[in-house]
């Protein structure tokens, strides 16, 4: 077992991927944006020269938001507790979001509707909002993070009457500082 001393606590890898299998994943919500500490001890063997710390970032973000799902937190917790929540506040929504100074830089797949699979492997079912790429598209392109409501209302139509919705999204981000002409529709 191999514990990681943080911000004054010890937390055990025991269930994570160890160094030998490839690494360690160390959550960022761990970490601080300065004077982080983190000591990793080998049970067996292991050159501590040999470690090396390695930033990860996302380039393909996905989404996939029912219309039985939740609304936000936030539309929950009112500053005024006697607020009424109206049935209209109450949609679901998509929020996609890229790293820090990274935006969308194209929307790879999107239906709203009854898609199938799962990130990277998406595919249409057989209820699609033919409406679904135009509206991502315009909600989220070139931006660092966007939110889509889970309704017939924001997609034009109900293109399947009785049959509850999801929306499934897979996008690409990309660092702002590229070229923002190069963004793709």
Wanted: net charge neutral; proline share 4%.
């Amino acid at each position: 077992m191999a514990p990681m001393i943080c911000h004054q606590k010890i937390f055990h890898f025991s269930n994570l991927k160890g160094w030998r299998n490839g690494g360690y994943h160390i959550p960022r919500s761990w970490l601080q944006a300065s004077d982080n500490l983190l000591v990793i001890f080998e049970e067996t063997g292991g050159n501590p020269f040999d470690v090396s710390i390695k930033l990860r970032s996302a380039h393909i973000i996905c989404g996939q938001v029912s219309e039985s799902h939740y609304p936000p937190l936030w539309k929950w917790s009112q500053s005024d507790f006697n607020a009424s929540i109206l049935i209209n506040d109450t949609t679901p929504e998509l929020h996609l979001r890229c790293d820090d100074e990274h935006v969308i830089a194209s929307i790879k797949f999107a239906s709203y509707g009854t898609p199938q699979g799962s990130c990277q492997k998406f595919s249409k079912g057989n209820c699609h909002a033919s409406s679904s790429f135009s509206v991502v598209s315009e909600a989220c392109l070139g931006r660092n993070s966007c939110y889509i409501g889970i309704s017939n209302t924001a997609f034009g139509s109900d293109p399947c009457r009785g049959i509850v919705k999801t929306l499934a999204v897979e996008a690409r981000c990309m660092s702002s500082s590229n070229n923002v002409g190069a963004l793709q529709l």
